[in-house]
């Protein structure tokens, strides 16, 4: 049961995007909209966004898709930080706290 489960979800977040699907995708689901360029409608669209601006994107790109990806999914800019060891402030701690458990 959980296999079916799992490899249903799988499926789903790692589903490539068809040009057709692409296409009929709305321009607020890409972080530089002007252009259509990286696709973030999803996280894992999302987390593909910023790994592939880091890699092949100008430093203006890089701050854009950043500040579209992270004003989406604040929690995976929780994540960059935690993971980078920058000590969070008490807010941000006292915010933690209230999310709720996965």
Known sequence: ??????DEAYVKLAKKLTYRERQQLPDS??????E???PIM?????KNALA???Q???P?????VREAVYR?????????????????SRRELKEKKKLPKK
């Open 72 to 88: 989406r999914y604040p929690d995976l800019k929780e994540q960059r930080e935690e993971k980078i060891g920058r000590p969070m």
């Open 1 to 6: 049961m959980w296999k079916e489960i799992f």
């Open 52 to 54: 592939r601006v880091a």
């Open 56 to 58: 092949f994107g100008t």
């Open 42 to 46: 999803d996280r894992a669209h999302a």
């Open 60 to 64: 203006e790109e890089r701050q854009r």
């Open 36 to 38: 259509r360029r990286y």
């Open 29 to 34: 689901a890409f972080a530089i909209p002007e």
